[in-house]
């Protein structure tokens, strides 16, 4: 309240609070407009670096798992059952190299976004940040570019000791892995999800006959180096990658970054791109080739009712 025998005018209250406006602005229009400026540049990521991260936190994963199988201490637990039936594990192995992988690459690169198959319910954090040193292999192979944070999703399938992915790959740059020389287009081996490969079946004589070699294994990353010329010869041999119902993103992202790498083709039954953004599901099924006619193979595929797509 004014004090008595003094009346505020209002027009006089306006101009004073424009004035106050006016000051205010000048001296914090510039720090404002930066702050604008650098809010539409936004964040960015260099893939080289993003690729040598994700390396060494497969590593990390890696000897966590191994930690913990020496120590004998997996407490192993069901989380459910897949849609084929199959129980899906997890141990204090899958927790703990979550917690190693997804934490390195976060604290590294706050911005990015991050999912993983696993969630930890603690929530202890790990502090470890990544040094920033490339292998040799990757720095040879592999030019530094860098993209909008905004445009990358990071997928992680916490290693478990079963099938974990020992290779690496960057579009249009390089991978550790080959094709190789040649691939059946006429009689292919489909390598298939060993927990639905009755299903499959009938699938896959309706699209190659009758007669074609089927060979089931677990694994997304493994039957995808099976496509491939790996170092070693424990990998079984097979022409084409078929899944026939759902499946998860984590589970096959590195395999199809591994595949597109080397000029092959991971997708849809339906010939269609896999979209890695949004949610975890791929319900398009999968077909996945490399130096064959992927196209062709797309258009020998018989269709699938809902339920099974």
Not at 94 to 112: G, R
Not at 145 to 154: C, F, G, I, L, Q
Not at 275 to 293: F, T
Request: with cysteine; proline share 4%.
């Amino acid at each position: 309240m004014a004090p008595m025998g003094i009346r505020l005018s209002p027009l006089g209250v306006v101009v004073f609070c424009l004035l106050g406006l006016g000051v205010i602005y000048h001296l914090y229009a510039g720090m404002i407009s930066n702050r604008i400026s650098a809010f539409k540049q936004g964040k960015t990521v260099d893939l080289r670096e993003l690729l040598a991260l994700s390396v060494e936190a497969a590593v990390q994963g890696g000897r966590e798992v191994k930690r913990i199988r020496e120590d004998n201490t997996l407490d192993e637990k069901s989380k459910g059952k897949t849609k084929e039936g199959a129980s899906e594990k997890l141990t204090l192995g899958d927790l703990n190299s979550h917690k190693k992988m997804f934490h390195l690459i976060k604290n590294t690169f706050p911005y990015l976004q991050v999912n993983s198959e696993e969630h930890d319910s603690t929530g202890e954090s790990e502090t470890a940040v990544w040094n920033h040193v490339i292998p040799a292999e990757i720095a040879q192979k592999v030019d530094s570019r860098e993209v909008p944070a905004e445009s990358v999703t990071v997928w992680i399938d916490p290693l478990d000791a079963t099938q974990e992915y020992t290779a690496w790959a960057m579009v249009g740059a390089g991978a550790n892995v080959r094709a190789r020389e040649t691939y059946s287009e006429k009689a292919p081996q489909v390598i298939v999800s060993r927990s639905h490969a009755g299903k499959v079946k009938g699938f896959i004589g309706a699209a190659f006959g009758n007669d074609t070699v089927i060979i089931p294994a677990g694994g997304a990353g493994y039957k995808v180096l099976a496509l491939l010329d790996p170092p070693d010869d424990k990998y079984d041999k097979a022409d084409v990658y078929i899944h026939i119902t759902y499946i998860k993103k984590w589970d096959i992202c590195a395999g199809n970054a591994i595949l597109k790498a080397l000029g092959g083709h991971m997708t849809t039954l339906k010939g269609e791109e896999i979209d890695y953004r949004g949610h975890e599901a791929n319900n398009g099924g999968l077909l996945a080739s490399i130096n064959m006619d992927h196209k062709a193979l797309v258009e020998k595929l018989p269709s699938l009712d809902k339920e099974r797509g």
